[in-house]
């Protein structure tokens, strides 16, 4: 295991120091790549209100490939397998940040309810509409009033509520949400009742998560059967390979072996692509 580290800390050390050295272009087009991935996430990571210094994700970007590549060539003692490795580190912090997103806002989903009927009891105690979505960032937990806290500063600072919450549309983009900030807006303009609004969209809100739930339950099935049928293939190919590697040989030797080769990946990607579009129910 050590001769392995040790070879590989030379190889790609010698490798960066020759590309350095006579491939100037090369490492200024790389750190120039790495910038505007750290720049990316800080802004994405901004908007989640996590707060990392731009040195410690360059680091995290410089190291992630390779330390992926060092793990890939320690299990394999493949180079080719570490370069891939490589690859797969490059975008792993960028696809890490993708799903703290995704699990940011569906928090914020989840959390819709019970702040609409905080808002909803509020109004109908006496308060206004800041002072109730002030009592949503009091009693409601981290992400939805770390937003609506966002949109009372944006308030005080001179930007009016319309916008602030046109901002905080496009920042979770949620048709719920829409709904609430529209419902908001109108009502801000013609003077409609808005307490009971809110109670009309807790309740839509509500059979809209139950349907939703229904339609996950039913297509699970569709989606399980679609993605064991659809690794079965690759997973045969790959058992009868490591057992018989001279199995296949007349088919990728011979070019009506090739062509039904070449026919039965297109028409396995596209059994993929058609088993998630039909499981996929648009609501």
């Known amino acids: 295991?050590?001769?392995?580290?040790?070879?590989?800390?030379?190889?790609?050390?010698?490798?960066?120091?020759?590309?350095?050295?006579?491939?100037?272009?090369?490492?200024?087009?790389?750190?120039?790549?790495?910038?505007?991935?750290?720049?990316?996430?800080?802004?994405?990571?901004?908007?989640?209100?996590?707060?990392?210094?731009?040195?410690?994700?360059?680091?995290?970007?410089?190291?992630?490939?390779?330390?992926?590549?060092?793990?890939?060539?320690?299990?394999?003692?493949?180079?080719?397998?570490?370069?891939?490795?490589?690859?797969?580190?490059?975008?792993?912090?960028?696809?890490?940040?993708?799903?703290?997103?995704?699990?940011?806002?569906?928090?914020?989903?989840?959390?819709?309810?019970?702040?609409?009927?905080?808002?909803?009891?509020?109004?109908?105690?006496?308060?206004?509409l800041l002072q109730s979505i002030e009592t949503v960032v009091e009693e409601m937990p981290a992400p939805i009033s770390q937003e609506f806290a966002?949109?009372?500063?944006?308030?005080?600072?001179?930007?009016?509520?319309?916008?602030?919450?046109?901002?905080?549309?496009?920042?979770?983009?949620?048709?719920?949400?829409?709904?609430?900030?529209?419902?908001?807006?109108?009502?801000?303009e013609t003077g409609g009742n808005l307490p009971q609004t809110f109670t009309q969209l807790i309740y839509t809100i509500r059979e809209k998560t139950k349907l939703m739930g229904k339609i996950r339950t039913l297509t699970t099935q569709g989606r399980l059967q679609g993605a064991i049928m659809s690794f079965l293939p690759i997973g045969f190919a790959g058992v009868v390979y490591s057992l018989n590697p001279r199995f296949f040989d007349i088919m990728l030797q011979n070019q009506l072996g090739q062509f039904l080769l070449g026919y039965a990946l297109v028409s396995q990607l596209i059994g993929i692509f058609l088993i998630m579009k039909f499981s996929r129910v648009e609501v």
């Open 1 to 128: 295991m050590f001769i392995k580290l040790a070879i590989f800390v030379l190889v790609f050390s010698s490798a960066g120091l020759l590309a350095w050295q006579y491939f100037p272009l090369l490492a200024e087009r790389i750190s120039g790549y790495q910038t505007k991935k750290v720049k990316e996430s800080a802004k994405r990571l901004d908007t989640m209100f996590v707060k990392v210094p731009a040195k410690k994700l360059f680091l995290i970007h410089t190291l992630a490939p390779l330390a992926a590549a060092a793990i890939g060539f320690l299990l394999t003692g493949k180079l080719f397998i570490a370069l891939i490795s490589a690859a797969f580190g490059l975008v792993l912090p960028t696809i890490i940040i993708k799903r703290l997103d995704v699990n940011r806002k569906r928090k914020f989903q989840a959390q819709l309810v019970d702040s609409l009927m905080i808002l909803s009891s509020s109004l109908k105690g006496g308060l206004s």
């Open 150 to 188: 966002l949109v009372l500063r944006e308030n005080k600072m001179g930007i009016p509520l319309d916008e602030s919450l046109e901002g905080l549309n496009r920042r979770m983009k949620s048709d719920e949400l829409n709904l609430i900030t529209t419902a908001i807006s109108v009502a801000r």
